[in-house]
């Protein structure tokens, strides 16, 4: 068991950090998009609207933010751990960070706001579980989460926190 562990802990330490960075992000978004609707009083039961349109795309940005800061300093901390450190690398690892997470910025988008209108025509009485309602919406941002969590590894792995080349 201890040899698995030791195998696959990099797996493992960016799993847990990938789920609180998608704890992060998912808090971030639903408080905005919760907000927007009670503390604004803005109709959000309209996908199509603009008024939909406008606060989702400040909801993804402000959870984009949020999520990849946290993501940044825990991966490169706890993850990624014989990724090189020399001098000078913390600047050019948080550019190539934040640019692959412009990429899957534009996939959580894409995914998110085409599963919810694809959804929206298929559920038309949301289930309930655990108190939630499982409206178009959320489980759009559920199968978004998946794709970008993959995204966002190979990406570091491949891109940002490379070994130090000898």
């Known amino acids: 068991m201890k040899e698995l562990l030791k195998k696959y802990r990099e797996i493992i330490m960016y799993l847990i950090f990938g789920v609180l960075t998608t704890v992060v992000g998912f808090g971030t978004y639903f408080l905005i998009m919760t907000g927007a609707e009670k503390l604004l009083h803005l109709p959000m039961e309209n996908e199509t609207s603009?008024?939909?349109?406008?606060?989702?795309?400040?909801?993804?940005?402000?959870?984009?933010?949020?999520?990849?800061?946290?993501?940044?300093f825990t991966n490169r901390k706890w993850v990624f751990t014989d990724a090189d450190r020399s001098k000078g690398t913390l600047p050019r690892q948080l550019v190539l960070f934040a640019g692959s997470r412009v990429a899957s910025l534009l996939l959580d988008i894409a995914v998110t706001y085409g599963c919810t209108l694809l959804l929206a025509l298929l559920i038309t009485d949301p289930p309930v579980i655990l108190g939630i309602a499982l409206t178009p919406g959320i489980v759009a941002k559920?199968?978004?989460?998946?794709?970008?969590?993959?995204?966002?590894?190979?990406?570091s792995k491949l891109l940002v926190f490379r070994k130090k080349k000898l």
């Open 50 to 72: 603009g008024t939909y349109i406008t606060v989702y795309m400040a909801a993804q940005i402000i959870q984009w933010v949020a999520a990849v800061l946290f993501a940044f």
């Open 142 to 155: 559920l199968i978004a989460a998946v794709l970008v969590i993959i995204a966002n590894y190979v990406l």
